[in-house]
């Protein structure tokens, strides 16, 4: 699954940028979204992942991946032109100001910053680990008022759905101007978490295929004997 999505947001970067040099990943788990990055661009990609098994998985298959922000920069890492946080962001305690930290000090001038969480009113999104939980419009007001510029944003369900959009997914800029944004309020919440619901479970009793797709199958050696 971390190697569909990982394929998916490398395609969805393609369509907007044309060229990666440097490339960082936070949250990078297993190394999946590094190697699609890196396959997709030919960047020099680097990880951070605080669990350290995943460490050091990613670091066996040849990936350098740190443990926190405050150890690559201490390695003498410098800024990059991408910097992506697949489901990242709602495990954060204070998200906004991660994000001013990333532009100030992470992402180069003409970088960009790639997020994806899940969908506040498809999702189920209320778990223990996270800490916020985003609406598209909650999503480019955040990036917004970290200093952002929006380039391009989807909803969508893959690799999960065909239909129901799980997820979003949004590439922004270091904003050129400077300028303060004034955040705007959210109306309707709540009534729009149940209707997105609703419509979640009726996609989901009526045509289970299209709200589900099955998760690839994997080979199993039958053990010898």
Partial sequence: MQELRAGLLASFAGRHIHQVSRHLDIGSSAGSLIQSIHQKFDSQSVGVEPGQAYREFASAAGFKVYASLQEMQSAGETKFDLVTMSHVLE??????????????????????????????????????????????????????????????????????????????????????????????????????????????RMVSHFFPTLAWKPLPEEKIQEPSL
């Avoid at 960009?112 to 009113?121: A, H, T």
Wanted: with cysteine.
């Fill in 91 to 200: 495990h954060l305690p204070d998200p906004l100001s991660y994000l001013i930290h990333l532009r100030e000090e992470i992402i180069t001038f003409d970088g960009c910053l790639l997020v994806e969480v899940p969908n506040l009113y498809f999702h189920d999104s209320f778990e223990v680990a996270h800490l916020s939980s985003f609406s598209i419009h909650t999503l480019w007001q955040l990036v917004r008022k970290a200093g952002f510029e929006m380039i391009a944003s989807q909803k969508h369900g893959l690799p999960r759905s065909r239909v129901i959009p799980y997820f979003l997914t949004v590439l922004c800029c270091p904003s050129k101007t400077g300028k303060d944004y004034r955040l705007k309020p959210e109306r309707f919440v709540l009534q729009k978490r149940r209707l997105g619901l609703f419509q979640r």
